[in-house]
């Protein structure tokens, strides 16, 4: 019997970050708070951004944090408390589906209060 998911209870959110020791200290907290039932950490990615009237252009990672929807909002306080950058990208987007045994783990690891 297949599992049902209910499409949006859970996001993916992307971070950048400069370098690999931000990237493990990162991606460590935030699982460990239960942020996030997993990070990966993706290397070798360049950025072109326009910041305070110029383009720039930076080698960085990207993390790839699959949590629950309503942990978006607590990840990009935990990004903006402990991430270098003055405006840390915190970006999500809803799964709107997936294997079903993965997404019920998410839920397990990354476990909401219910009143």
């Not at 297949?2 to 907290?29: C, Q």
């Not at 997404?103 to 990354?110: A, D, P, Q, T, Y």
Request: hydrophobic content about 40%; glycine content about 4%.
């Amino acid at each position: 019997m297949a599992e049902s998911y209910i499409s949006g209870t859970h996001s993916m959110a992307f971070i950048t970050v400069p370098n690999l020791e931000v990237a493990k200290k990162l991606s460590h907290g935030i699982v460990k708070e239960k942020l996030a039932a997993c990070v990966n950490i993706i290397p070798g990615i360049t950025s072109v951004y326009e910041w305070e009237g110029k383009v720039e252009e930076d080698s960085e990672l990207l993390l790839m944090v699959k949590t629950q929807t309503v942990k978006v909002d607590a990840l990009s306080e935990y990004v903006r408390k402990n991430h270098p950058y003055e405006v840390a990208e915190v970006i999500s987007s809803k799964i709107d589906n997936g294997n079903p045994p993965y997404l019920k783990w998410i839920s397990e690891v990354v476990r909401v209060k219910t009143s």
